[in-house]
């Protein structure tokens, strides 16, 4: 079989980097274009000849790019012979308004035109506009050229065109190539590889922007383009204050960028891909080809320094990515698979609009367009004589045009505080524009509302009871009271409460089991003008003991057979059950008290992060806020009540206790005896419910129990709080029971239950974390950074909550008060105080509110911040997952290690090994879990919350891998597999399991690395144990001999030697970086 013949040359660095891309990517984006107009007494036929002239005299013109079957890199071959097709358009029969339409779709149909690379791919037309007006376009595959080539090859035009042309001979690139090739292995090169490789970046390549997202679903890289003049005036400024710090407007420009994108990701070694020309050398300077590269500037930004400050640093690290760009490669810095690419760039471009002018002939630039590198957004200043202009590159599959444009104006607010204020810390420069800003402060919160602002819930129910005195007010198995009824012996029992002493801010405990009891206890209390204490029956002695003594209550209501598990020696405890001969002897009446609004009307006890419970203090006024508000949104009245089975001491409890009394409605009470069967039950023999208070992990038991005709017209709604409420908890209901309202309610107990919600549209199925909405009425939200300024739109924040709703502060506690509800930064209102939730979240572009996780779920591992929430919610995004888990384990002291546990969807399968592949196009290396458990289901606390304290502990046994177990053989595969066991904390290991996916990650590699070489005695590199990831392929390497030659069946390359006058211009580089290095 004869055997194919390749005759040509290797190929650049630069130009095997966009090789691959183009081949794992839309190769159409990649390209070289500019358009010139050219106005005068042109003679086209000489200008045809000056375009043939200079494609014979630079041999990248005329190159082809050959790749034969088990090539994966191609050779360039040059080819002087093939023809220069020149088109010509002639537009002077139409009007000058349509010729300027007609240019624009020829420009686009040109940018869109395919490359067939094998052929000389250089594309030409001149267009006639008139006698002496034209417009030359030219494109180019960016395999050809950078944009220094462009401007190199108008040039020659010109002076060709214009008989100017130096005799020359030019550095051909084939000359370049060959000679950037042998400096990458060069000795010479030592240093600049040795600064490379120290480069810490693989943390940028997963790097996500605020509201980036896939939105078609596809990687397919399409850059758009958003463009902003900068104001002359300000384009000075920009000039005056680089030039006072002895910086260029590039550094400056340059550290604004990187400052917004570590404020927008708080990721503080922020790498930019930073624009270099490549030409280091006046040899390379009026050369074409693709020369340019996007390089890697770093640099660690922190809270306390000052932009001054940052903007020497960059400048510093900027000038020595400069020094050592021609020794970049990407092999020194990632460890990546894939084909890596930086995904924030910069450039700064000085552009010169008019390239020559004669007598007789004038030729200006009018467009041009590189794209030789893919990245996520590109930050681009084109700086001409008189104009300063942004051009913001952006993946338009991963951002939608307002996002760049939010983007922007974050910028230049960012640059405008920063010019004006240099000397500012980077945390104080404010970020977002006055549009922005007046949104997420002001038009998200406009949530003023009228209320009963004067009244308490006890004084509004009396009113109801003179509305709906017959009304059934509370059922509970076979009891039932009216209205009348309830308010009787509410009363009763409140002239008593009066007599033994309670009055406003006294707090009287309610330890009752779920029945009328417990109603009557509650509205006895506030009708006394006292604040209810809630002690759940089923609590711990302990914890029982200490709600008692710490809320110093006076009084506690119980029933009798409850008496021996409390600590009541000092305290008067009334049994309800037992005393109530006593209490009915009293006043039916409703008691007179001086009661406010500002008094307390309940304390509810909370875990505390001392180990200790909480109480907060809850005033009246948010309470009948939220109740009044809650009756009107879930439109409670139209329906014909609510059933509770929850615990009183869960505050989600009040929504459905409560809001049903303040319109004639009824509650059910349920039977605690069965837990979630009990709902169950009732939901089967019940019909149109106002609403249905459950948590998330309620909700999926719910499901389980109830066939399809057991779930429609029920319930009107579902109001859903206390927890994450993930898309899979609600898909169920939004098939089955499609007319059942959804509504996601968050609030922490210290702002009244709920403080926003968020309705589930009806037939919208989405995935991940349903958002939690916007505030309730009278409610106040704002996402903040640790320094109190609010965060743009998608950046997450810590949730800080005004308004009416805020509790007093914390029972005992003034310094945790104090720490928790702080003064209101953006209220011109006195006293104003805003509650610090601790929750994490972010503004959708919507103005809904989306949570994220816990602040205290936010922990550093190997030294980087890790939120929680994000890693449960990428896991979550994995269609085989129905919810997720992750918490922080320690199997030795200072070993923290991530621990995810998933439950899955019904007759869904899922590997570990698949997951890890997930996770690792979604997440941080260090943010990717060690250990992986697959439960049946999570196991609940006693109000329905995942208890995590009762995930089971991971084993140390192998995990689940596609790939079978195979036992070490050889002595190298036994040293290896040691070396892995102990560092992985495993029993075993295969020689066919990847170090990855079975827990290994960069840091831990460090360890294996000096481990290996100390008891190997091999030469080694971390990159290597990247490359070979498994103990097979890694022993494989070392055993190996030397030899690296690869032979390919049925293809000959031969790769050409440069001539004997190539030779003599690459060593005239060589001389001069030779020269440099000394």
Known sequence: ???????????????????????????????????????????????????????????????????????????????????????????????????????????????????????????????????????????????????????????????????????????????????????????????????????????????????????????????????????????????????????????????????????????????????????????????????????????????????????????????????????????????????????????????????????????????????????????????????????????????????????????????????????????????????????????????????????????????????????????????????????????????????LGVKPDVMVGICVERSPLMLIALLGILKAGGAYVPIDPNYPLERKAFIVKDSQMPVLLTQQHLMADLATNEIKVICLDSDWETINQQEIDNPITTITTLNLAYVIYTSGSTGKPKGTLIPHQGLVNYLCWATQRYAVEQGVGTVVHSPLGFDLTITSLLSPLLVGRTAELLSEEQGIETLSQALKKSSNLSLVKITPAHLDLLKQQLSKEEIVNKTRAFIIGG???????????????????????????????????????????????????????????????????????????????????????????????????IPNPFSKQAGDRLYKTGDLVRFLPSGDIEYIGRIDNQIKIRGFRVELGEIEAVINQHPSVSASVAIVREDKPGNQNLTAYITLHPDKTLTISELRRFLQNKLLDHMIPTAFMILEAFPLTSNGKVDRRALPMPDALRPELEVAYVVPQTEVEKTIASVWQKALNLEKIGIHDNFFEIGGHSLLLVTVHSQLQEILNAELSTLDLFRYPTINSLAEYLSSSANKTVSLQETEIQTEKISAGKAQQRKRLQKLKSVENN
């Open 1 to 499: 079989m004869n055997n194919q013949v390749i005759h040509g040359f290797q190929i650049s660095p630069q130009q095997k980097h966009l090789w691959l891309l183009q081949q794992a990517n839309n190769s159409l984006v990649y390209y070289s274009f500019t358009a010139v107009e050219i106005t005068g007494n042109l003679n086209t036929e000489a200008l045809k000849d000056s375009l043939k002239t200079i494609v014979q005299r630079h041999e990248i013109l005329c190159t082809t790019f050959r790749c034969l079957p088990g090539m994966n890199i191609p050779l360039q071959v040059i080819d002087k012979h093939s023809d220069l097709l020149i088109k010509e358009h002639d537009l002077r029969s139409i009007t000058r308004e349509k010729q300027n339409n007609a240019v624009e779709l020829l420009i686009e149909s040109i940018k869109q035109q395919k490359f067939d690379l094998e052929k000389s791919s250089l594309q030409i037309s001149l267009v006639i506009l008139s006698e002496s007006r034209y417009v030359l376009l030219l494109n180019l595959p960016a395999l050809y050229a950078d944009r220094t080539s462009l401007n190199n090859l108008l040039t020659e035009i010109t002076h060709t065109y214009t008989g100017n042309l130096y005799d020359d001979e030019p550095v051909q690139y084939i000359v370049f190539s060959d000679w950037q090739n042998e400096l990458l292995e060069s000795e010479e090169a030592e240093i600049g590889r040795k600064y490379w490789r120290e480069k810490d970046i693989n943390h940028i390549f997963n790097l996500k922007l605020p509201n980036e997202n896939l939105l078609s679903g596809k990687t397919e890289f399409k850059p758009q383009i958003f463009t902003q003049i900068i104001p002359p005036q300000f384009a000075a400024k920009i000039n005056a204050i680089a030039e006072k710090f002895n910086t260029t407007e590039s550094s400056l420009l340059l550290t604004c960028w990187q400052t917004l994108l570590w404020r927008l990701t708080n990721v503080s070694n922020m790498v930019i891909g930073t624009h270099c020309d490549g030409r280091s050398e006046e040899e390379l300077q009026e050369m074409l080809g693709l020369f340019a590269k996007y390089v890697p500037v770093d640099c660690h930004l922190q809270a306390n320094l000052k932009f001054s400050e940052a903007l020497e640093q960059i400048t510093l690290a900027q000038n020595q990515a400069y020094e050592w760009q021609d020794c970049f490669n990407w092999e020194l810095v990632s460890g990546l698979d894939d084909i890596p690419f930086l995904p924030f760039c910069f450039e700064f471009i000085e552009q010169h609009s008019e390239i020559l002018t004669t007598n007789a002939v004038n030729f200006s630039l009018l467009q041009q367009y590189v794209c030789f590198d893919k990245f996520k957004i590109k930050l681009s200043f084109i700086r001409t004589q008189n104009s300063l202009q942004a051009e913001w590159h952006y993946d338009s599959e991963l951002f939608l045009p307002e996002d760049i444009e939010r983007l922007f104006g974050q910028f230049s607010t960012l640059l405008k505080n920063a010019i004006n204020h240099p000397d500012a810390l980077l945390s104080e420069l404010e970020i977002l524009s006055d549009i922005e800003r007046q949104k997420l402060l002001v038009d998200f919160n406009n949530t003023e509302t009228a209320f009963p602002a004067d009244k308490c819930f006890h004084q509004l129910f009396a009113e109801q009871v003179e509305r709906t005195p017959d009304n059934i007010a509370v059922v509970y198995k076979n009891q039932q009271y009216t209205y009348q009824e309830l308010n009787n012996c509410a009363n009763q029992l409140a002239n008593y409460l009066q007599k």
């Open 723 to 821: 927890e994450n409420l993930l898309a899979e908890s609600i898909t169920f209901w939004q098939d089955i029971a499609p007319n059942t309202i959804l509504v996601n309610e968050y609030g922490p107990t210290e702002t009244v239950v709920g403080c926003c919600i968020y309705q589930v549209p009806i037939g919208k199925h989405t995935s991940g974390s349903i958002p939690i909405g916007k505030p309730i009425a009278n409610t106040q939200l704002y996402i903040l950074d640790q320094y109190l300024q609010p965060v743009p739109t998608g950046v997450v924040g810590e949730l800080h909550i005004g308004g009416i709703g805020l509790a007093r502060g914390y029972l005992n506690q003034p310094e945790l008060t104090a720490l928790k509800f």
